[in-house]
């Protein structure tokens, strides 16, 4: 395909093209500026707006083929117009292959979220299960985050509760300690895990090295996927063993077999047909999807998630579940082979992006008979109950919210109802905090803690709330326009004095536009009959069973709650902490020497230089330092002296 320049005379705009309107103009002409430079190599493209803001991450074997199709703008649908004339500006970053630009794209879809791609919203990690090499005898673990070095790891885990009944089955077969090295050398006498014989305590030399070899060797082939065999060589042992009247070792191995038990069997939770693979289900409903995942390892069932991935009403199940592949694997390696319930548009460019991130071959399956397909089928209908579930929650919080609006005058439904509230005892570790709630219910990652600087009068929650207040709308665009976080709705825990204060610091910092209710439980504290503070009406109540007060109830507790733990956590680090930690040069271990020899920081504070001197692990110079910040007076005295001589 040909570029043409923008005043070219074979410019379509002069063979009778329809008038397109001037913003999307505007974005069409910035489009084809862009396409000057751009190759026709393969690699990734992002549109920005006016304000630098990403709008859209796109992947293409040719660059400026692709993005050329943008400038036909009247052959796009509506999303994509809107896209395009919000575009300003192009950037482009060159790739070897479309394969690298597919992950390369997905990369960078979750780390900037433009607003006009599928986004896999999926910030949590995922536990695995790892076995340490480090030490002479293994310890079994879950763990989360970055990979310990010289640490065999099975997994992925959907959850906490399904890497713990791995956990716990590992425990009771194969008797393998879950203690850290500390503990372990730290032990005298088993621990109760030896008693309820999850543990064959190498701690205290119950069993030796290498018998503690074999069980991890058993580990390893068990959560590899080979149970079958081992479970066939230990009933051979437990025979062989009660043959030759070993009863005690006959019932140890009994036990052991009965760990596999839970986990046994052919069915659509445990197929013995796939090893190890991920079965990736979609359905869409009313414009929205849910992508249901199981994680199958060693044909055990790891658990399953339900994912909801943003994406426009026009999307199509095959283009949001290749998007969501991609991004899916973007922080974990895929399986060999991964079962989905329809076609993928570019299904050998998936396979080939998912191969280089494993780093050996990955297929994609859609089965069409045997036990597949029915795990297929099993997971499309959790897809789709999860995605009915949800459909009805949100008509549930959707009638909430009109609500919401009706009964406090608002102009619109709100989206985003942020909650505050303050906590602290006589002014000590005060914290204000900020909780959010919408049509999906509350929004924990948006969730804010402020740590109040003060200072603060003890029982000045007015003052609070105004420094929280300020830190939140404090700060504003140059250009002045609204925020996309700013809230539809402030809900205040307090009654007319906190409304009052939040009314004045928002009109002092110019904002405006945002409706402000303060939430009392009144002179009475009855929970039930609340009042609220408004600027359009004078303070009023709900009735007792109404479903709006409820909800309303739910925000102004979630706020209490988390005001109260985050309260109780700065506390405690504030309890944690002594003078010693401002002293320079005193770390962990000698900060502990001192308390020991002292019994507390004020002694500390009050001992002369040579009682510093004295203490066993501080030398003379360290001790100088110690003395000299709590005593600077001394400091600028001995200063002098020196000086003069």
């Known amino acids: 395909m040909t570029d043409l320049p923008p005043h070219s005379s074979n410019h379509p705009a002069d063979q009778g093209e329809p008038l397109v309107p001037a913003g999307k103009k505007q974005g069409v002409e910035a489009i084809r500026e862009a396409l000057k430079t751009i190759p026709y190599s393969p690699g990734v493209y992002r549109m920005l707006s006016e304000k630098g803001e990403v709008l859209y991450v796109g992947k293409a074997l040719s660059l400026k083929k692709r993005v050329s199709s943008y400038t036909r703008i009247n052959q796009l649908p509506e999303r994509l117009r809107r896209m395009v004339s919000m575009t300003m500006s192009m950037e482009i970053v060159i790739t070897r292959t479309e394969a690298d630009a597919l992950l390369l794209e997905a990369n960078y879809i979750k780390r900037m979220k433009p607003r006009f791609n599928i986004l896999l919203r999926d910030d949590k990690s995922y536990p695995w299960l790892m076995l340490t090499e480090s030490h002479e005898f293994p310890q079994i673990t879950k763990q989360r985050g970055k990979p310990v070095k010289g640490a065999t790891y099975w997994g992925p885990f959907a959850n906490a509760w399904a890497v713990n009944q791995t956990l716990n089955l590992v425990q009771r077969s194969f008797l393998l300690r879950s203690c850290s090295d500390a503990v372990l050398n730290s032990r005298t006498r088993p621990c109760l895990l030896y008693q309820i014989k999850r543990c ?141 319930n329809c076609e993928l548009p570019e299904l050998k460019l998936v396979e080939e992006a998912l191969s280089i991130r494993r780093g050996q071959k990955v297929e994609i399956l859609r089965p069409q008979r045997g036990e597949k397909k029915e795990v297929v089928e099993h997971a499309a209908l959790n897809a789709r109950e999860a995605l009915e579930r949800k459909l009805a929650e949100n008509t549930g919080q959707r009638k909430l919210l009109e609500g919401v609006a009706e009964v406090f005058g608002l102009p619109e439904i709100p989206q985003r109802i ?32 402020y740590a109040i600087k003060g200072p603060v009068t003890p029982g000045d929650d007015f003052g609070m709330m105004r420094e929280v207040m300020e830190r939140r709308f404090g700060h504003r665009p140059e250009n002045g ?165």
Request: charged residues 25%; negative net charge; contains cysteine.
């Open 200 to 340: 064959s305590a190498p701690c205290v030399d119950r069993i030796s090295k290498e018998d503690y070899a074999e069980l991890v060797s058993e580990a390893r082939q068990f959560l590899s996927g080979h149970s079958t065999e081992l479970q066939q060589r230990l009933v051979a042992e437990m025979e062989q063993a009660s043959q030759d009247m070993n009863y005690e070792r006959a019932a140890s191995i009994r036990d052991r077999i009965r760990g596999f038990a839970s986990i046994q069997g052919s069915s659509t939770i445990n197929p013995t047909s796939i090893n190890d693979a991920d079965i990736m289900t979609i359905w869409q409903e009313a414009g929205q999807s849910c992508i249901q995942v199981f994680f199958i390892r060693g044909s055990r069932n790891n658990g399953n998630r339900a994912f909801y991935p943003a994406h426009a009403e026009e999307e199509t199940a095959t283009d949001v579940l290749s998007a969501f592949m991609i991004q899916f694997y973007d922080n974990k390696p895929p399986p060999p082979s991964i079962l989905v």
């Open 481 to 645: 326009e609204r925020p996309e976080d700013w809230p539809d709705l402030l809900l205040i825990d307090g009654g007319l004095g906190q409304f009052n204060a939040v009314r004045t610091v928002l009109a002092d910092l110019g904002v405006t536009g945002i409706p402000i209710v303060a939430i009392a439980k009144g002179p009475d504290r009855d929970a039930g009959r609340e009042w609220f503070f408004t600027e359009t009406k004078p303070p009023f109540q709900l009735p007792p069973r109404d479903p709006v007060l409820y909800y309303l109830q739910r925000l102004r507790d979630e706020a209490h709650r988390f005001a109260i733990t985050t309260h109780r956590a700065g506390r405690s680090k504030g309890l944690r902490s002594s003078e010693l930690d401002h002293v320079p040069g005193i770390g962990a271990a000698r900060k502990k020497a001192l308390l020991n020899h002292f019994g507390s920081a004020k002694s500390v504070r009050q001992a002369s230089l040579e009682e510093l001197e004295n203490a066993p692990g501080i030398s003379s110079g360290t001790a100088t330092a110690i003395y000299g910040h709590f005593h600077p007076e001394w400091v600028q005295k001995t200063s002098a002296d020196n000086r003069s001589h």
């Open 418 to 449: 942020e909650t505050y509230d303050n906590s602290h005892i006589m002014g000590q570790a005060p914290y204000g905090v900020m909780v959010v709630g919408g049509s999906e219910g509350f929004n924990k990652r948006a969730y804010r803690k």
